[in-house]
């Protein structure tokens, strides 16, 4: 049976909130008309959408919630509208708003940072939480980024006294032994996007005084081994690179007053064959431990190109065909 078909209207106060709102070229109304199979018009600061009742509700439903959202200065790009339409889809439009206003730390320009998903904003819970969060996804969903920007607050309030960031020096088949230069200019291109992070958020001069004063140490983790880390905000990225030996060897450098966060993608393991991921066997054997939390990003959390979101969806597929299996 055929369902009715119904037209509602919403109206701008005036032709700037309509700008702010709909993006370049009408881009929101451009992704609606797409998502929704619906007809999508404008009149001036009027627009009509027509549809199927359920449909034509829920795109009622983004344009308030993004238009609250531009009252209060928000900027959301194409990206931003396209998880506004899926969290409609899925019932949780009313979550965009709280979602998007609620600062996580502020960039050394003044940017504020905040969650872009509901899944970062409940790993950004678990992190606040726990004294030790596994944080597993694919690329592009702000594990790392985060987990930094919630070790840089933890800092400024005093919470602890040094930011430890570290990752295991695998990548791709490089052999540490063929690369120029020292130990650090060596380990160097493997801790760049915490460097880039770090940067971000506290500027190149005041990185580099943390680190001649130690507040913030980044290196290797073979660096790890024999210490205990009090006091201190440590992230461990890349786990997925360490080996089960390595993994146990981090997590029991915890110390008091200490918080961990650990961050990986079991789709991206660099290990050689037949090398156990240390993070696959976390996930194994430490779940039921209270104070440790596992998070697990999906490709709805991804906050780079729609195309990554695309191709992420693609290679789990291709992967879960040729492993029937595998979990």
Known sequence: MAQDIIVRKWSFANNDEAVAVLGPNDALLCLLDD??????????????????????????????AVTQLAQLGVHLSEGDYRYA?????QGEIDELVPLYTEEIAVTMRGKPIRVKTLGQRRYIDAIRKHDVVFGIGPAGTGKTYLAVAMAVMALKRGDVKRIVLTRPAV?????????PGDLQEKVDPYLRPIYDALYDMYG????ARALERGNIEIAPLAYMRGRTLDDSFVILDEAQNTTAEQMKMFLTRLGFGSKMVITGDVTQIDLPR?????????AQILTAIPG??????TGADVVR??????IIEAYDKQNASSNPLQS
Do not use: D
């Not at 339409?85 to 889809?89: F, L, P, Y």
């Not at 440790?292 to 990003?297: A, D, E, G, L, V």
């Not at 190109?305 to 695309?310: P, R």
């Open 35 to 64: 998502a929704f199979a619906s007809k999508v018009t404008t009149r001036g600061t009027e627009v009509s959408l027509t549809g199927t009742e359920e449909a034509v509700n829920e795109m009622y439903a983004v344009l308030r």
């Open 85 to 89: 339409i899926e969290m409609a889809k």
């Open 274 to 282: 037949g090398r156990p991921s240390g993070l696959i066997q976390a």
């Open 204 to 207: 190149a001069e005041q990185v």
């Open 292 to 297: 440790i939390k596992f998070h697990y990003f």
């Open 171 to 179: 990548e791709a088949g490089e052999n540490l032994g063929f690369l």
């Open 305 to 310: 190109h729609h195309l990554v979101q695309k």
